[in-house]
């Protein structure tokens, strides 16, 4: 239990850190960008990264219930990916707004499975479980 929460704990920073620090490299390198072409950048190539490098982790670390784990460390970052203070009206709208939690914690648990897996078939082959 105790390993759960610590795991939770470090996605949740981790996954903060890799948002500022992306957000860094973006600022230092994106000097003539635009600001829809950043947005894009942001929503397709930055955050789904994160979200599949948090997962990652949590299924190399993880013992058992990868996908949960992953997702309860997602689920402050993909809130803080909603705070704005323009909320929507319509009904795609609000499929938007909600993309970040729709695709990204699918994507982070996708991604916790496959190395919970890649891990523990490894431990296997070679006659340890850890």
């Known amino acids: 239990m105790l390993r759960k929460v ?3 704990l470090m ?3 981790i996954s903060y850190g890799l948002t500022a620090f992306a957000g860094y490299i973006l600022y230092a390198s994106g000097e003539g960008w635009s600001e ?3 947005s894009i950048v942001i929503r397709f ?3 789904p990264l994160i979200a599949v490098l948090i997962g990652s982790l949590v299924g190399f670390l993880s ?3 990868p996908i949960p784990t992953s997702i309860i460390g997602l689920a402050p970052w993909t ?4 705070s704005s203070p323009n909320k929507p009206v319509s009904i795609s709208g609000w499929l938007s707004w909600l993309a970040p939690i729709l695709v990204y914690a699918p994507l982070g648990a996708t991604a916790a499975v496959f190395a919970w897996r ?3 078939k490894s431990a296997k082959q070679s ?3 850890a």
């Open 6 to 8: 610590l795991l939770v």
């Open 11 to 13: 996605a949740v920073v």
């Open 36 to 38: 829809a072409h950043l």
């Open 45 to 47: 190539i930055e955050s």
């Open 63 to 65: 013992k058992d219930r």
């Open 79 to 82: 809130i803080l990916l909603l």
């Open 118 to 120: 890649y891990r523990h």
């Open 127 to 129: 006659g340890s479980l």
